[in-house]
């Protein structure tokens, strides 16, 4: 087969650079290199990507070895249709080690063309290190790492305002890019960078927190096979990915004029408050998953898959989804239902194995923080308990048992909170048990015995699972809640 290279594909005329990326890997090259070689095939926005490996050991070697070409297969569910894409994508014009050539990284500074700094690193990524030093080549935190190649612009084009760059990280932690330039500005301070480069950095260059989804597995490796049997060509950096995509970046009309992705079929938000759209994801895509898996695992489903098509775990997660869930939430109600069909497409998803035991680990958190917002926000409307949700919350209690049907389940949380159950199952009395479980304030943030009926609903739960099982258990449960 041939060598992927851009002689041998006829992909030789390199973009201008546009978009400095920190970060090479599997995410970020099957969601920000897909998002800007869509956008600059539909409006040609002419935008190339330097991408720089954020640690010492990184894929910016294999990346060059094949002049930052890779394929991109894309597969999913839309709107119950199993779809296939592939994509050579080709925005990767040059991929910087600045750990092997700290000069080549600073060079990048100074390219006039610069407009973008897009970053994931991941959570840990957008971090302070004390011991970080402008001398250092390179210093080790991104955040560190950056401030020394905005300074260097800064230095390079004698601070001129037209030369500032826009800064959107995509980390996955909440308000990633107050973060970010919190984290800067403590280094411009600590490294004595003066007062004309921190108003630099304030006056002409902008941060846009942002929220990111795309389920993106990546090297096929179980499956390479079948998929360099698409190819004519030997990709050593292939990618796989969901369909599905969206990014909400905040920003207003001028990031939008920037970056027009309004004119392609992306759905990319540009938005001027993103944390509804936050909440949105947590609530529906997060909650749904919470909710499902004890449930679900009770009931004898192992994948995500087998729990929203089967036909009892199916309507019942489907319910709690857009009865109940949504119920809570102060958004465009067509646009919730629409958003929640496509994460039903996506837990559907034939190409991608979702284990409910690979996501029942701090079950406990998540469901604080996912779906009991849901709930106590459907009491306060409604002055009732949700039937769907609350029985959801009884088989968490139950799977913290640790034990079904003679076999250990797959419960996995700090020795702590799985002692403290432990000791709770000791009584054979569920009100005892649904009183001691609700009413630690430590795991649900307050006692949850003092929400009218919540006990007696939970007790009532528990006694039909386990009297009745999970399915008869729900339907004598929900005649009376």
């Not at 809570?328 to 646009?335: A, G, I, S, V």
Request: with cysteine; net charge negative.
């Amino acid at each position: 087969m041939n060598k992927l290279n851009r002689k041998n594909t006829g992909l030789e005329e390199k973009l201008p650079i546009k978009i400095v990326q920190f970060g090479e890997g599997n995410f970020l090259r099957a969601f920000i290199g897909y998002a800007f070689q869509e956008l600059n095939k539909t409006i040609n926005f002419n935008a190339g990507i330097a991408v720089v490996q954020p640690i010492d050991k990184g894929l910016v070697n294999m990346l060059n070895d094949q002049d930052g070409l890779y394929t991109l297969f894309m597969k999913g569910v839309k709107k119950g249709e199993e779809i296939q894409e592939v994509e050579l994508i080709s925005n990767i014009v040059k991929a910087v080690d600045p750990y092997a050539n700290f000069q080549d990284y600073l060079g990048l500074a100074k390219e006039s063309s610069l407009e973008f700094i897009i970053s994931n690193t991941t959570e840990a990524g957008i971090a302070y290190v004390g011991s970080d030093a402008p001398e250092m080549e390179p210093p080790s935190s991104f955040p560190a790492k950056l401030t020394v190649l905005l300074h260097e612009r800064f230095k390079h084009f004698n601070g001129d305002s037209s030369k500032g760059l826009t800064i959107i990280p995509c980390e996955l932690i909440n308000h990633n890019s107050e973060t970010l330039k919190e984290i800067i500005l403590k280094y411009i301070s600590d490294w004595n960078l003066g007062d004309a480069f921190k108003n630099w950095i304030l006056e002409s260059n902008s941060f846009h927190s942002t929220l990111v989804d795309r389920i993106v597995p990546g090297y096929p490796k179980d499956e390479i096979e079948a998929y360099n049997a698409q190819l004519d060509y030997a990709d050593n950096l292939i990618v796989a990915a969901e369909v599905f995509l969206l990014w909400v970046i905040e920003g207003g009309d001028a990031l939008k004029a920037k970056l027009p992705f309004h004119k392609t079929d992306l759905d990319v938000k540009i938005v001027d408050d993103m944390q509804p759209y936050r909440t949105r994801k947590v609530r529906i895509l997060n909650g749904a998953h919470t909710a499902m898996v004890p449930f679900s695992l009770l009931y004898g489903n192992k994948t995500v898959k087998q729990s929203v098509d089967g036909a009892f775990t199916g309507p019942f997660i489907n319910k709690a989804v857009f009865d109940e869930i949504s119920d809570t939430l102060e958004m465009d109600r067509d646009e919730l239902n629409s958003f929640s069909e496509e994460i039903f497409d996506r837990f559907r998803n034939p190409f991608i194995i979702h284990n409910l035991s690979s996501i029942a680990l701090n079950s406990i958190s998540k469901f604080t923080v996912r779906v009991l917002p849901s709930l106590l926000g459907y009491i306060k409307i409604h002055n009732k308990v949700p039937t769907n949700l609350t029985f959801a919350f009884a088989c968490l209690i139950r799977f913290y048992k640790g034990t079904w049907q003679d076999k250990a389940l797959p419960v996995q949380d700090s020795e702590d909170i799985l002692a403290t159950f432990s000791k709770i199952w000791e009584s054979n009395d569920y009100t005892e048990v649904a009183k001691n479980a609700l009413s630690i304030e430590d795991y649900w943030g307050e006692d949850l015995t003092k929400v009218e009926n919540l006990t007696e609903a939970i007790s009532l739960a528990l006694n039909e699972i386990d009297t009745n099982g999970i399915e008869a258990g729900f339907a004598n449960y929900s005649k009376k809640f």
